[in-house]
C-alpha cells in the first residue's frame, strides 16, 4: 500500500539528512529477513554469484521476489537475497547471512541453497553443517561467535559485508553522510581539521603522516583550485584491504573525501584505483552515481552551497605510482615518475602544481565515523602514538585467511594464533611478513610486539598499507627476500642509480646465494648496498626496497650462511639447491611418478624402485606429488644429505 | 607497415570523440585504445600523439612505463599466474612453469596460433585459494602442477 506520502529522491538540507535516513530504515525493515552472500573478490572466485542466482531464482520461484522500491512505498516483503561486499572470512567462501537472526552459513554451494531456504523459510531451523566449526567440533552460529571476528574490532570494515554497496539508501539507513551534513551545519572547515588533528588519525597508506596535520597543511597552502585524491593504487603483492572497502562499503569512502575537501577547501577530487580492479570501479562509478543523483555530490552538496564532485581515474599498472608525487604526475598523463629531491610537499604543490591533499582509501574511510562520533572515542582505541585499528590482509600459512581490523596495539601473536586461527597442516611458524616489497619478516620471538606504525618499524618492518604474510618453516627466507626485491626491481621507475642499479645489484647477489653460487662477503656487501640505497634514493620506493632483505640477515642470518656456505636450502624451496630424490626403500615401483614426469627423468619398471635421473630432471616437483601419501617414497634433499647420497 | 584499415580509422575517430584531446587524457585515451584494439598498434600511438600535440616519442614513453599497455598483437585468451606473495610462498612459480612448458611459450609470450597469452601478474587478491590462475575472467583456486591442463581444457571446450 502506498503512504501517499512523496518520496523523498534526494537531501535538499543537510537537516533533512535525518529524515532520509528514517525512511530508508523504516522501509527496509519491511523486509522481514534476507540472504546477504558475499560478492567480495574472493568468494565470488569461489562461486558465490552463482549462490546468488539461486537464491534469487528459488525466491522467485516461491514467487517471493520483489523490488526494493516497493518497500519504499509501504510494501513487505518476507524474504529477499542480496550481494555484499567483503565479510573477510574469505577462507571459508562462499559466505551467506542469513539476517536478521544472523546466521552465518560458510563454503556455501549452488546445491545448498533450497536447503537454507527451507531451513530458515519454513522451518525455522538452521542448516547445522554450514555453520563455522571449531577445531575441536562446535558449532558457531553467528558471525560475532567465530574467533576470527571476535578477536576483530571493526572500524573501516563495520559495514563491510552487512550492506548492498550497489544501493545508497541502505547506506542512509545505517547513518551514511550524516557526517557530512554535521560538518556542513555545525562545522567551519578549521573545527573539521581539529576534529581530525585530535583523533590522532594517521594516514592508513604505509607511512603514517598524521592525517590532520596534512589537512591543516593543505588548507594553509596558497593556491587555488585545490584538489582531493583518494588513493587506492594498491600494488602490493598479498594486499587486497583497499579494494575490499571500495568493494564493500564505496559511500564511506565518497563521503571521507566530501569531508576532506569541505575542510581544506577543494571542489575537485579524484579516485586513483587499479585498473586491475574492475569490480571496485564498477561499484564506485554506481555509488557516484547515486550520491549525485541524491545530492550528497556535486554541486549546491545538500542545498548547502558546498560543491565537491569526483572523477575516477584508472592507474595503469605501476605500483610506484602508490607515491605521491609520482601519482600526481600519472593523472596529469606522464610516467608516474617520482618528483626529484628536494622537493615541495604534495600538499603544496600537487596536482598541476596546485595545493593536493592525497590519502589513502582507509584513512578517508574512517573519518566520517570520527566525525559522528568524536575524536576521543577514536583515540580511545589502539596505542597513543597510533590510535584507531588497523586492517590487514592475513594470508599465507595462516588458518584462517582473509581481511581482518585490529585495534592497533594487539600483538602479532594474537593475531596470528588468536583472529588467524594459528598455521595449518601442523606447520610451524616461521615469520611474519607485512608491509609487502617495503618492509620486513619478524621471527617468532617478536610475536610478542604490539602492533602499531611506530613498533613494526623500529622492528625492521613496516605497517605498509596492510598486508600480513605468514610464513612456515617451508619458506625460504633468502627466497623471500629475493621475491620481494624481484619485485621492486620490476617495479623501479628507473630515475635514481641507487634504486635501479643499486637494488638490480642486490638482486644478483641474491640470486648467486640461492642458486648456489654464494660467496662469504656477500652478506656484509648485501648490508652496505641496502644501507646506501636507503640513503640515496629519492622516493619511498627505492629507500624501502632493502627492507626485506635486510630484515631477513638481520632475523634469519643463518639461513642465508647455509645458502652460501653449505650450498644448502633449508626450507628446501631453492630450486637449485636441491634434488629429487626416490627412496629406493619406500618406492613400491608403481609408476605414478613415471608415467607423470614431463621430461621423462625416471626410469623404472614394474617391482624396480624408480630412480630419477638428475641431468634429466627439470625439477617440477610432479613426482613428489603424484606419489601416492602411503608410500611417501619421493623427497626434496638439499646440502649434506644430497652429497651423501648422490 | 600495414595501412589502417576505413575501419580501423572509424574505430579511432570513435576512441577520441569521447576526449578533448589534451594531455592529461593519454592515460585513458590508451586505455581505451586497448579496449578496442586489444593492444596499442604503431599506427594508432601516432594517432593519438596528433590527437593530442604530444610528441610520438612522448606518448610512446608514457604508454610504455606503464605494465597494462601491450605492443603487440595478443591471443584470445589470457592466462594470468598470479605470482602474489600468499602465491609465491605456496607455489606459484613451479605451476607458471609448468604453463610455460604446457602451452610452449615463455611467460609474457603468446602462442602461435594466437590463442593464449601467458603472463604473471601480483596479487589477484584471492589469495585463501592460492596458488591462483586467472583464465580471462574465470578464477582457479588451489592450483596444483597435476591440474593446469583443466585451466586451459575449459577453454578449449568453450570455443568449439
Known sequence: MSTGKRLLTKVDAPARLTEVRENCRVALARQKTRFLVCAGTGCVAMGSLNVLAEFKRLIAERGLDMDVDLLFEGKEAQTAAAGSGCHGFCEKGPLVHFEPRGIFYTKVKVTDVPEILAASLDHSTVVERLLYHNPDGSTCLTEKEVPFYSGQQRIVLELCGSIDPEEIREYFARGGYQALAKVLQECTPAQVIDIVERSGLRGRGGAGFPAGKKWASCRKAPGDPKYVVCNCDEGDPGAFMDRSVLEAD????????????????????????????????????????????????????????????????????????????????????????????????????????????????????????????????????????????????????????????????????????????????????????????????????????????????????????????????????????????????????????????????????????????????????????????????????????????????????????????????????????????????????????????????????????????????????????????????????????????? | MPMLLETDEQKIEHVFSRFKGVREEIIPILQTVQDVFGYLPEDVLKEVARFTSVSESRVYGTATFYTQFYFTRRGRHNVKVCCGTACHVKGAAPILEAFERELGISCGGTTEDFKYNLERVACVGSCALAPVVVVDDKVFGLMDVKNIKECLTVEEGEQQ
Open chain 1, 250 to 646: 564505496p559511500h564511506s569512502v565518497l563521503e571521507g573525501m566530501a569531508i576532506a575537501a569541505y575542510a581544506i577547501g577543494a571542489e575537485k577530487g579524484f579516485m586513483y584505483v587499479r585498473a586491475e580492479y574492475p569490480l571496485a570501479v564498477a561499484r564506485l562509478q554506481k555509488a557516484l552515481e547515486q550520491a549525485r543523483q541524491w545530492k550528497v555530490l556535486g554541486e549546491n552538496i545538500m542545498g548547502s552551497g558546498f560543491n565537491f564532485d569526483l572523477e575516477i581515474f584508472q592507474g595503469a599498472g605501476a605500483f610506484v605510482c602508490g607515491e605521491s608525487t609520482a601519482l600526481v604526475r600519472s593523472i596529469e598523463g606522464y610516467r608516474g615518475w617520482p618528483k626529484p629531491l628536494p622537493r615541495a610537499r604534495t600538499t603544496e604543490v600537487g596536482l598541476w602544481d596546485k595545493p593536493t591533499l592525497l590519502n589513502n582509501v582507509k584513512t578517508l574511510s574512517m573519518v566520517p565515523k570520527i566525525v559522528n562520533r568524536g575524536a576521543d572515542w577514536f583515540s580511545s582505541t589502539g596505542t597513543k602514538s597510533s590510535p584507531g585499528t588497523a586492517v590487514f590482509a592475513l594470508t599465507g600459512k595462516i588458518m584462517n585467511s582473509g581481511l581482518i581490523e585490529v585495534p592497533m596495539g594487539i600483538t602479532l601473536r594474537e593475531i596470528v594464533y588468536g583472529v588467524g586461527g594459528g598455521v595449518p597442516n601442523n606447520g610451524k611458524f616461521k615469520a611474519v611478513q607485512t608491509g609487502g616489497p617495503s618492509g620486513g619478516c619478524l621471527p617468532e620471538e617478536m610475536l610478542g610486539l604490539e602492533v602499531d606504525f611506530d613498533s613494526l618499524k623500529s622492528a625492521g618492518s613496516m605497517m605498509g598499507s596492510g598486508g600480513m604474510v605468514i610464513l612456515d618453516e617451508k619458506s625460504c627466507m633468502v627466497d623471500i627476500a629475493r621475491y620481494f626485491l624481484e619485485f621492486t626491481v620490476h617495479e623501479s621507475c628507473g630515475q635514481c642509480i641507487p634504486c635501479r642499479n643499486g637494488s638490480y645489484q642486490m638482486l644478483q647477489i641474491l640470486s648467486d646465494i640461492t642458486s648456489g653460487k654464494g660467496q662469504p662477503g656477500d652478506m656484509a656487501l648485501l648490508e652496505e648496498m641496502g644501507q646506501t640505497i636507503i640513503a640515496g634514493s629519492i622516493c619511498g620506493l627505492g629507500q624501502s626496497a632493502p627492507n626485506p632483505v635486510l630484515s631477513t640477515l638481520h632475523y634469519f642470518r643463518h639461513e642465508y650462511e647455509a645458502h652460501i656456505h653449505e650450498k644448502a636450502c633449508p626450507a628446501l624451496q631453492c630450486k637449485e639447491l636441491i634434488v629429487y630424490w626416490i627412496d629406493p626403500e619406500k618406492c613400491k615401483a608403481c609408476g605414478r611418478c613415471l608415467k607423470a614426469c614431463p621430461t621423462e627423468a625416471i626410469k623404472g619398471e614394474k617391482k624396480v624402485p624408480h630412480v630419477i635421473e638428475q641431468s634429466k630432471c627439470n625439477k617440477c616437483g610432479i613426482c613428489l606429488e603424484t606419489c601416492p601419501d602411503r608410500f611417501s617414497a619421493v623427497s626434496k634433499i638439499t646440502g649434506r644429505q644430497k652429497m651423501d647420497i648422490l
